[in-house]
T-cell receptor, first 115, second 114 residues
Framework: SQTIHQWPATLVQPVGSPLSLECTVE??????LYWYRQAAGRGLQLLFY??????ISSEVPQNLSASRPQDRQFILSSKKLLLSDSGFYLC??????????????FGQGTRLTVV | AQTVTQSQPEMSVQEAETVTLSCTYD???????LFWYKQPPSRQMILVIR??????QNATENRFSVNFQKAAKSFSLKISDSQLGDAAMYFC???????????FGKGTLLTVNP
């Protein structure tokens, strides 16, 4: 069965420090991968998605970047964190079926607090 | 642009009773998919049910069913025989065709009273 791992679960970082959140998927090949952010009282906002190694699409211009160095690994990064980067970050995966992309399956999320 | 609206920020239901959560969406597309996700206090997003727009039959998963009204662009979730474990934030989501982006509503917080 497919599983998705996301870490760390919680993170407290000072303003101006770098960020690296990692996500890996097991049990499937060539998944589509996503990074979402959930702000308090809001739904999820898509930040990045990737359909293959080295292929990254950005949905929202911001202080963050994403990379996909391996087929089932997706990394969210920042060189210098801002207070506004605080939030709950979720990694997700899906696969391309006959009728397009399937539903997304989510990791357990990372609570990031920038202080 | 596609939008998803959940007009009920909070709902409550007595254990064993039925509750319906509302969702409306705006799209000009004919080929799309709708989803309900559950987010319990653990914060992990769990897929509850999905509906393909080309299917007239409403989707059902055990105690969860939807009322999909395509012309009205309405996609409500009915939870029957509510259980304490159903307490969570519920999100309605939309995806267009082969597009990868899921658009979420702001969620409805469901409380189940014993």
């Amino acid at each position: 069965s497919q599983t998705i791992h996301q870490w760390p679960a919680t993170l407290v970082q000072p303003v101006g420090s770098p960020l690296s959140l990692e996500c890996t998927v097991e049990g499937t090949s060539n998944p589509n991968l996503y990074w979402y952010r959930q702000a308090a009282g809001r739904g999820l906002q898509l930040l990045f998605y990737s359909v293959g190694i080295g292929q990254i699409s950005s949905e929202v211009p911001q202080n963050l970047s994403a990379s996909r160095p391996q087929d089932r690994q997706f990394i969210l990064s920042s060189k210098k964190l801002l207070l506004s980067d605080s939030g709950f970050y979720l990694c997700a995966w899906s696969v391309l079926g006959i009728q397009g992309d399937t539903e997304a399956f989510f990791g357990q999320g990372t609570r990031l607090t920038v202080v | 642009a596609q939008t998803v609206t959940q007009s009920q920020p909070e709902m409550s239901v007595q254990e064993a009773e039925t509750v319906t959560l509302s969702c409306t969406y705006d799209t000009s597309e004919s080929d799309y998919y709708l989803f309900w996700y559950k987010q319990p206090p653990s914060r992990q997003m769990i897929l509850v049910i999905r509906q393909e727009a080309y299917k007239q039959q409403n989707a059902t998963e055990n105690r969860f069913s939807v009322n999909f009204q395509k012309a009205a662009k309405s996609f409500s979730l009915k939870i029957s025989d509510s259980q304490l474990g159903d307490a969570a934030m519920y999100f309605c989501a939309y995806r267009w065709g082969s597009n990868y982006k899921l658009t979420f509503g702001k969620g409805t917080l469901l409380t189940v009273n014993p």
